[in-house]
């Protein structure tokens, strides 16, 4: 069963260093998205992608976050300056229309330090 | 009004038992309700889903009831097994036009299946 990857499944790194989390998305899927988990709390959606744009973007998605599609297969997330609070899982998911299922990934947990 | 606040925090239910998690929300948009459920160290997954066309839709050992008028629908988890387990988040999404598909999750649910 087609799924969606992400790699690393783990990152630590030193506040203010740049990070990008990479997810390789259900290969028919048109909609990609990230979201971010902190320990113990909800999921919250961060940013949803379609068509090489962003088409929605919330709040904690501020200047210092950007998503790319580098080629056809990966999906990206970048965090340019990290902070503490930046510390949490992120979760890639994708689907094949804004109105269909999303399926996520396992993750991956950043640590910032 | 995009908030969806799920209730209770943590539930123990014993083996057999029935157990229910319930959510309300406040946007009128949202027109589809999906529930899922997350194993630590794993990312969420789809258990099932509603659009508040019908009130009630079962697959399997898992139901959900959805009131519209009240702005309120619930995860009904029969004959509840240990493997049930695991973190339950129900969440909702914006109609075609108002969303791309941002979902908006509820605060979860830690079950505990005691055998």
């Known amino acids: 069963e087609p799924e969606v990857t992400q790699t690393p499944s783990h990152q630590v790194t030193q506040m203010g260093q740049e990070v990008i989390l990479r997810c390789v998305p259900i290969?028919?899927?048109?909609?990609f998205y990230w979201y971010r988990q902190i320990l113990g709390q909800k999921v919250e959606f961060l940013v949803s992608?379609?068509?090489?744009?962003?088409?929605?973007k919330s709040e904690i998605f501020d200047d210092q976050f950007s998503v790319e599609r580098p080629d056809g297969s990966n999906f990206t997330l970048k965090i340019r300056s990290t902070k503490l609070e930046d510390s949490a899982m992120y979760f890639c998911?994708?689907?094949?229309?804004?109105?269909?299922?999303?399926?996520f990934g396992p993750g991956t947990r950043l640590l910032v330090l | 009004q995009q908030q969806v606040k799920q209730s209770p925090q943590s539930l123990i239910v014993q083996k057999g038992g029935i157990s229910i998690i319930n959510c309300a929300y406040e946007n009128t948009a949202f027109d589809y309700f999906p529930w899922y459920q997350q194993f630590p160290g794993k990312g969420p997954a789809l258990l099932i889903a509603i659009r508040p066309d019908v009130s009630e839709k079962k697959e399997g050992r898992f139901t959900i009831s959805f009131n519209k008028s009240a702005k309120q629908f619930s995860l009904h988890i029969m004959d509840s097994q240990p493997g049930d387990s695991a973190t339950y988040f129900c969440a909702a999404r914006g109609a075609g036009g108002t969303s791309y598909g941002k979902l908006t999750f509820g605060q979860g649910t830690i079950l505990t299946v005691h055998p």
């Open positions: 290969s028919n899927h048109l909609y």
């Open positions: 998911a994708s689907s094949v229309s804004g109105q269909e299922t999303q399926y």
């Open positions: 992608f379609y068509n090489n744009e962003i088409s929605e």
